[in-house]
Structure formats: structure tokens, C-alpha cells
């Protein structure tokens, strides 16, 4: 099992930045993806972005393309997801997860992911 913790987020208006970060502790996988998803209130919880490990690829919801980049630090435990130009509608809670059987075609499926974080609220508001 691998652990994951975020954090980095906060209260930010309408235009900001926020950094999250996710930091993966004991057992860890060099195979498969990492990603971000989100839940607001009352509605499912869906992909934001991803990065598959073994093609180094990145995959983006369309609603964050060009706004938000997810990336790794040199020790592969750490995950990123710069937001930039944050809207209302990105308030919700972000989650990290890890999959080391995910392979490209399910990297947006969340089922297909095996360890979760506990979340960060991230509100976006005037």
C-alpha cells in the first residue's frame, strides 16, 4: 500500500495560483500513473490530470487544459499540480492517487486507481 498525502491548498480568487503537492510514502511503483482528481459538492469526482509513469505522458481534463501542469520532483515521490488562472468552478476537493497497473487508456478512470490521498480543499471565490 502506498500512502499519500496532499497539501497546498487553500482560499485563492478568481484569476489566482495554487501549487498542490502530494507526497507518496512506503511501498512505491515506478509503473502505471500518478493523477489529480476532484470532487465538489453534491457531484462525482473527476479526473484532472495525470502523468504515466513508464511514457512519461501527461493527460489533461479538458476544462484545466492550458490552466493547470501536473509533474513530478527528480524522487518520483512527490506530485505537483500547478493551477493557474483558478475559475469558481475549480472548488472542490483535490485528491492525489497512484495506480500501478494504470495503463494509458484508463489513466482518467478512477476505479483503476489503487491508493488515494485524503484530499485538499481548494476554494476559488471573491
Given at each position: 500500500q502506498v500512502q499519500l498525502v496532499e497539501s497546498g491548498g487553500g482560499l485563492v480568487q478568481p484569476g489566482?495560483?495554487?501549487?498542490?503537492?502530494c507526497t507518496a510514502?512506503?511501498?512505491t511503483f515506478s509503473s502505471g500513473a500518478m493523477a489529480w482528481f476532484r470532487q465538489a459538492p453534491a457531484k462525482d469526482r473527476e479526473f484532472v490530470a495525470a502523468i504515466h509513469?513508464?511514457?512519461?505522458?501527461?493527460?489533461?481534463?479538458?476544462s484545466v487544459k492550458g490552466r493547470f501542469t501536473i509533474s513530478r520532483d527528480s524522487?518520483?515521490?512527490t506530485l505537483f499540480l500547478q493551477m493557474n488562472n483558478l475559475?469558481?468552478?475549480d472548488t472542490a476537493v483535490y485528491y492525489c492517487a497512484v495506480g500501478p497497473g494504470v495503463i494509458t487508456s484508463t489513466?482518467?478512470?478512477g476505479s483503476a486507481y489503487g491508493s488515494?490521498?485524503?484530499g485538499t480543499q481548494v476554494t476559488v471565490s471573491s
Amino acid at each position: 500500500q502506498v500512502q499519500l498525502v496532499e497539501s497546498g491548498g487553500g482560499l485563492v480568487q478568481p484569476g489566482g495560483s495554487l501549487r498542490l503537492s502530494c507526497t507518496a510514502a512506503g511501498r512505491t511503483f515506478s509503473s502505471g500513473a500518478m493523477a489529480w482528481f476532484r470532487q465538489a459538492p453534491a457531484k462525482d469526482r473527476e479526473f484532472v490530470a495525470a502523468i504515466h509513469r513508464t511514457a512519461s505522458s501527461t493527460y489533461y481534463a479538458d476544462s484545466v487544459k492550458g490552466r493547470f501542469t501536473i509533474s513530478r520532483d527528480s524522487s518520483k515521490r512527490t506530485l505537483f499540480l500547478q493551477m493557474n488562472n483558478l475559475k469558481s468552478e475549480d472548488t472542490a476537493v483535490y485528491y492525489c492517487a497512484v495506480g500501478p497497473g494504470v495503463i494509458t487508456s484508463t489513466v482518467r478512470t478512477g476505479s483503476a486507481y489503487g491508493s488515494w490521498g485524503q484530499g485538499t480543499q481548494v476554494t476559488v471565490s471573491s
